[in-house]
């Protein structure tokens, strides 16, 4: 018998399904998952700019950050401390996700602030804890420098704008896709799964995973709350959906995040909480499906998570 949460597991399940049910449109519960794209149509001259724009610590207010260190490619493009430190060693107040995939994604930001990835790019570049820069400084710098001169005169034929350069390094996001992950292949049936990662694959559906981790990202398609049956702390310093809409019921809600690649992206959660990918799983069905998980449970879905480890990016394999 499964350990719930609450002495009243009848009413809890009842309140789980109705939660559930009123927070998903009827498509997201039966949305299977879809592989990734083996291929993505990007400006290949723009996206190699944007990758050196990606790396350049230059463009940061004392010329230490770049998107890299917080976003690293040795992470599954995501930072493995719990917050990101920024300019100046300011320490922000959220985990980095991964940029891995993020095209994919229906909005950015963990509380889907931004519509789109160069949207999203003018958000660190401003932000005083992130790199804490004014489009005009930017502008000059790039200018200055032969490479970027010339680059930016050669796809755009202007000098260097702070506008293109947003564009360049959304361009270089969009060639950061991730195909052939295990589990592509076998949906693509061209591989089966262990009969652990099957398991774990089934339990993944039956304990209502996919409601919220479905689709091309397996999440990223969606704004949930986490703490939907048992509530999660909630930090009045971290920018959730509610300071988006300012609707209360969007307290402690943000968009729910790709699972693909998720075994590189330690830690996990908008506030770096979870150190592991274990007690990701353990609060994630305390919180949002009101039950602890067993011990086997916790093996198998971990089993099945690490068929989302994909390729690494082309674009980062070609020099
Ligand atoms: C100081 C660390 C830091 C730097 C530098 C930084 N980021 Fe981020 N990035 C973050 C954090 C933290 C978040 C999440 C913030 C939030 O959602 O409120 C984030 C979010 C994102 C997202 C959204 C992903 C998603 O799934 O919502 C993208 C894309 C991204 N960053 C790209 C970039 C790019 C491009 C640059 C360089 C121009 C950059 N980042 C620089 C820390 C950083
Ligand atoms: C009601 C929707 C919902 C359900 C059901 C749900 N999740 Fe989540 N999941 C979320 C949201 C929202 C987040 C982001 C929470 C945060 O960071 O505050 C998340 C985060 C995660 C993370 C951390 C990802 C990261 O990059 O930080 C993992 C791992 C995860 N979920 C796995 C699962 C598993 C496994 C299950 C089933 C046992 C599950 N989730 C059920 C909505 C859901």
């Not at 498509?27 to 990758?51: R, T, W």
């Amino acid at each position: 018998m499964r350990h719930s949460v609450t002495k009243n597991w009848k009413k809890i399940g009842l309140s789980i399904l109705v939660a559930l049910a009123a927070a998903m449109p009827v498509a997201a519960m039966e949305a299977p998952i879809v592989p990734i794209p083996l291929h993505v149509d990007y400006d290949k001259k723009k996206a190699e700019l944007g990758k050196v724009l990606f790396m350049d610590p230059q463009i940061s207010a004392d010329k230490t950050v770049s998107c890299h260190s917080c976003h690293s490619f040795d992470h599954g493009g995501a930072d493995p401390r719990p917050v990101s430190i920024g300019v100046h060693g300011a320490k922000g107040n959220a985990n980095a996700p991964t940029v891995y995939n993020a095209y994919f994604n229906f909005r950015q930001f963990w509380n889907g602030r931004a519509k789109d990835l160069k949207d999203q790019a003018n958000g660190p570049l401003h932000n005083p804890v992130e790199m804490d820069m004014v489009p005009k400084e930017i502008e000059a710098y790039l200018d200055k420098n032969p490479y970027y001169h010339e680059a930016f005169r050669e796809i755009y034929g202007t000098n260097p704008t702070y506008d293109d350069m947003l564009d360049a390094i959304a361009e270089f996001e969009k060639a950061l896709f991730t195909p052939n992950c295990k589990f592509d292949y076998y949906l693509r049936g061209q591989t089966e799964l262990t009969p652990l990662e099957a398991r774990g694959y089934r339990l993944f559906k039956t304990l209502g995973c996919i409601t919220c981790h479905n689709g091309v990202n397996i999440g990223g398609n969606s704004f949930q709350k986490f703490g939907l049956i048992v509530p999660y702390r909630w930090k009045p310093s971290f920018p959730d959906r509610y300071d988006v809409t300012h609707n209360p019921d969007d307290r402690n809600v943000y968009k729910v995040p790709t699972l693909r690649n998720i075994a590189l992206t330690a830690p996990y959660f908008h506030d770096g909480s979870a150190l592991t990918l274990t007690d990701a799983l353990k609060m994630m069905a305390y919180h949002n499906l009101g039950f602890e998980l067993e011990e086997d449970e916790i093996v198998v879905i971990e089993a099945f998570l690490k068929t989302l480890t994909g390729e690494t990016p082309a674009i980062l394999r070609q020099d």
